[in-house]
């Protein structure tokens, strides 16, 4: 079996980690309102909506790649670890939220584990996912900071 394909990317943000993390769990307002655009078209909840036990539709187009992904939320740190899977496609992401400075600020962190393709397409994807996913990623987080900001 090939190695997965990591990508991941941190932030500290001004705000308590029971607010980042209210964010993320919430699959209709808020966590939509985070993703950035061109890369994640659509993101339709079709069971839950909030944390643990959501089923989603995510459509990406990335560098003219599209993918749809099947997704299943689970919370396996309620107020701090929330992890989408789509077990078909071989993908995990996980959102980790830690208190820093006495809970007034949190250290956000994605990370995804991916399996590769098979083949050269797989050898490329290794090569090329990361950097391209960290800097979604820190679109995103820049995004919720920004987000959590204009609540509070």
Known sequence: MDQMIHAEASKVIDASPASIYAVLSDYRVGHPAILPKPYFKELTVEQGGQGAGTVMLVRMEVMGVKKTYHLTVSEPEPGRVLVETDQEAGVTTAFTVEPLDGGTQSRVTIATDSRPSPGIQGKIEK??????????????????ADYVKGRS
């Open 127 to 144: 090569l090329i996912n990361p950097p391209i996913t960290r800097r979604i990623y820190a679109r995103e987080l820049q995004q919720l």
